[in-house]
């Protein structure tokens, strides 16, 4: 099936230093892809949906400027967290649906192994 | 709007005996359902989905889920469970009528606990 990937897996930095995260489709291209954060015991929580060739979409709440998010490449979408402060620390996961906008290839999303977070 | 629930935050199962783990879902539009499993440190990993059809859905790992429109539940169901099925699981839905984007909603997770 296909894979998706994130790198790093662990992450520990000092508050107020930026953080970058990849999302990578391996296997397949990705037009857009989803940003989910999770906290300890608690559900996904989707942050925004990253979109090759465009801005992001923010889901309400989530600060932009805080959360910069590229779609670099039909493979590639980083998330990069801005001075980042203990509060940020959590789950981060990427998902990809694999082909493209319409129909059936949106069925299923595939979710990378997720980025963890520490800010100290 | 959609909305996933997931009333129970823990399920205690022995080895061998029968699991469910229960979904309920909220859409304006018919659903796309989905079950997804996460163990400690990972990402999710799918375990099945209805989209149409038949509505008992067998998935990974022995698992099966029933679509039942009239209570509007997805519950998650195994005959046998495996102390390897401990784990956090989440029921999602997604509005195929949606046109804002494809967007999952989660519920709030059951973590399941099999003990031998």
């Known amino acids: 099936g296909a894979v998706v990937s994130q790198h790093p897996s662990w992450v520990i930095c000092k508050s107020g230093t930026s953080v970058k995260i990849e999302c990578r489709s391996l296997d397949f291209q990705a037009t857009t892809m989803f940003w989910y954060r999770q906290f300890p015991k608690q559900s996904l929580m989707l942050m925004a949906t990253s979109n090759e060739g465009s801005k992001a979409t923010y889901e309400q709440g989530v600060e932009k400027d805080k959360f910069l998010i590229n779609h670099a490449s039909l493979t590639l979408s980083t998330l990069t967290v801005t001075s980042a402060h203990p509060e940020d620390s959590s789950f981060y996961i990427c998902?990809?649906?694999?082909?493209?906008?319409?129909?059936?290839?949106?069925?299923?999303?595939?979710f990378g192994p997720g980025t963890r977070l520490l800010v100290l | 709007a959609q909305s996933v629930a997931q009333p129970e935050d823990q399920v205690n199962v022995a080895e061998g005996n029968p699991l469910t783990v229960k979904c309920t879902y909220s859409?304006?539009?018919?659903?796309?359902l989905f079950w997804y499993v996460q163990y400690p440190n990972r990402g999710l990993q799918f375990l099945l989905k209805?989209?149409?059809?038949?509505?008992l859905v067998k998935g990974s790992y022995g698992f099966e889920a029933e679509f039942n429109k009239s209570q509007t539940s997805f519950h998650l169901k195994k005959p046998s469970a495996l102390v390897s099925d401990s784990a956090l699981y989440f029921c999602?839905?997604?509005?195929?009528?949606?046109?804002?984007?494809?967007?999952?909603?989660f519920g709030g997770g059951t973590r399941l606990m099999v003990k031998p």
């Open positions: 859409v304006s539009g018919n659903p796309y």
């Open positions: 998902s990809a649906p694999p082909g493209l906008a319409g129909g059936n290839p949106w069925e299923t999303q595939y």
């Open positions: 999602a839905v997604r509005d195929y009528t949606d046109n804002a984007g494809n967007m999952l909603t």
């Open positions: 209805y989209i149409t059809g038949d509505n």
